[in-house]
């Protein structure tokens, strides 16, 4: 098992630089340094932007995980980064220093799957036993699956456009908020009337627990146009009500879907949640709230560990390593690369291949 | 003193190894895409041809550009790492220095950066800084030598003589980080010249009312 297993874990695939130590599932050190401040004026991540920040705080940020850890290079046990899926350019940068750092020290290289690091976080924060059932819900990502080992995930559905993350930044845009959206819009969401604005819910007249988010986006816009159309502009207060509405309009969607993905894999004994949107309150509770109902344990872990983070990398690398996992220096980085690798795409295609 | 020295700043992957002025192995391969996964391997050749071990190394040289950005990462990224687990400093070199290595005289060296640019710098007369410009920026100069990807455009828009590079990349940014002086040198990070192409929101948000009086 991999209990003792002392492991460094690099994390370069969106807008946050990240390095963490992990030994067994004790967080030694968890360093993220972010970029929003890079990106404040394009409204929204620029990738050109965050590969150039990437490629010049990666060493930094190993170095201060590795200091606050107090733990030498030579003492660890494994290097694991996120090999993909994510934005090309940061995950390059990630998987060429983990290289480096493992050629110079003769350490194992583990490639890992951005994304079974969020979905294999549960067993890290709350030692959860397989199998159970994961929401993913993040900037980029929205699906659910039943995982079943750390590399077994089976995916029951997700969203067949945006993720609401996207949403979240998207409607933060149009009400001319700061981005990233999700904390901006739950804090306005907190004095606004959720029931002012009927926002549709997507998908729930339809089975199964697919979703889809592009079409509240575009709902948004329309109260919004309809009230600049009226007044030339929107209040304070309107732009408060169309926030509450929105994530409503969220947090019903993915409580209903979510009771469905729970009845479609009947015997889980875990609702477990991940992904940055895991961190909104209103979601939270409302997922907390179907989990109650149907008697699964809810599982979400702490906000930290739900935004993107290398100890979640750490720990999916521990997993991997422990089951015998072992990448050479051609280890290859991956835009896309969906976790469960077996059902029928649902998402993307083309050259780059599938993204969910 | 052994050090290691390579580039993947354009379509190629390159890498030496010079030991004590001397070049035991060095490769070079021509390459559009695939650098990320060929680099290490390549560099695990070189040094098992020269009978060398990672450990072995006393110095990095690493191409910083100016070229494709991607690529220029890749290896920047790969040094930082390696420099960080040997424990050994490692040393950015442009890519117009490695073209300009060796010849003597005054000499242009010249990067084709596309949208009808280049990437130029001089050695040996004017100006030493690096720069983005047009074959328009460019002054004739006495004698002069133009090197590199631009060069023979460059070299027929001066009237100067066009020269090919002396040393394959890799290994003219081992030789150079070789010769340079180890004092604390900066990490090496990449030369772009240009900056990302990224634009702020074209649509504007809606104006804020002040709240009225129910």
Known sequence: MN???????????CDDTAAAVLRGREILSSVVMGQAELHAAFGGVVPEIAARAHAEKLDHAVEAALAQAGVELRALDAI?????????????????????LAAATGKPLIGVNHLAGHALTPRLTDGLGFPYLMLLVSGGHCQFLVVRGPEEFTRLGGTIDDAPGEAFDKVAKLLGLAQPGGPVVEAEARRGDPKRFAL??????????????????????????????????????????????????VADVLAEKTRRALALAPGMGALAVAGG?????????????????????????PLKLCT??????????????????????????????????TSTPMLGGGKRGAKA | MITLGFDTSGPWCGAALIVDGDCPAARYE????GQAERLMPMLQEVLAEAGAAWGDLDRIGVGIGPGNFTGVRISVSAARGLALGLGVPAMGVTLLEALAYGTEGPVLACLDARRGQGYFQRFGYGTAEPFLGSLDDLEPEPGLKCIGSLGAEAAAHLGAAHAPAL???????????????????????????????AAPPREAPPVILPETLP
């Open chain 1, 3 to 13: 209990d003792d297993l002392t492991v460094l874990g690099i994390e370069s695939s």
């Open chain 1, 80 to 100: 694991a980064v996120t090999a993909g899926p994510g934005l090309i350019g940061g995950v390059l940068s990630g998987v060429m220093c983990a290289k480096g």
């Open chain 1, 200 to 249: 549709p819910r997507p998908l729930l007249d339809r089975p199964g627990c697919d979703m889809s988010f592009s079409g509240l986006k575009t709902a948004v816009l329309r109260a919004r146009d309809a009230l600049v159309t009226e007044k030339g502009g929107i209040t304070a207060q309107d732009r408060a009500d169309i926030c509450a509405s929105f994530q409503a309009a």
């Open chain 1, 277 to 301: 949107v895991a961190a909104n309150g209103t979601i939270r509770a409302a997922l907390e709230t179907v989990a109650a109902q149907d008697r699964a344990t809810f599982v979400a872990p």
């Open chain 1, 308 to 341: 993107d983070n290398a100890a979640m990398i750490a720990w999916a690398g521990a997993e991997l390593f422990a089951g015998g996992q072992r990448d050479g220096m051609d280890l290859a980085a991956r835009p896309r690369w969906p976790l469960d690798q």
């Open chain 2, 30 to 33: 021509d390459m559009t895409k």
């Open chain 2, 167 to 197: 040393y394959a990349p890799g290994s003219a940014i081992a030789r150079i980080a070789a010769r340079r002086s180890a004092a604390a040198p900066e990490r090496p990070a990449p030369l772009y010249l240009r900056a990302a192409d």
